[in-house]
């Protein structure tokens, strides 16, 4: 049987689940936005376009390892297909460009987003004090 730790409730849990997603979600429509939309409406973060990439895409899979713990394996691989989706995508969206190099740093600090979740995970497993 699966303990529930003080002060959690299973509604607390499917809230908390249910807001990271969501958030994990909207973050995902707003890169798929600065990637494939205007250029003049895509933020500046003053990092050179790798640290932008990087950036936005450790966050996203920060993001979706957050949020989709039991399957962070999956979810991993289906960011990487998609990270190659979106910047195929890009040939046919005026003023962008489709380049292999951001492909891999998208795909490669993707990956870094979802380790950093796991680490993170980890980290609160061995700081939370045990349930009775």
Do not use: K
């Amino acid at each position: 049987m699966r303990r529930v730790h003080p002060g959690n409730s299973c509604y607390s849990v499917a809230m908390t689940t249910t807001l990271t997603r969501f958030s994990a979600w909207l973050l995902a429509a707003a890169v798929t936005f600065a990637t494939l939309g205007p250029p003049r409406y895509r933020p500046h973060a003053h990092l050179g376009q790798d640290g932008e990439h990087a950036l936005a895409f450790v966050l996203l899979g920060l993001a979706f390892g957050l949020a989709y713990r039991q399957h962070r394996v999956l979810a991993a691989a289906i960011a990487v297909v998609l990270t190659g989706a979106l910047e195929i995508a890009q040939f046919w969206a005026p003023g962008r460009h489709a380049r292999l190099e951001d492909f891999m740093v998208d795909a490669l600090t993707a990956c870094a987003g979802f380790v950093a979740a796991a680490l993170l995970d980890r980290l609160v497993r061995r700081l939370r004090p045990q349930a009775v």
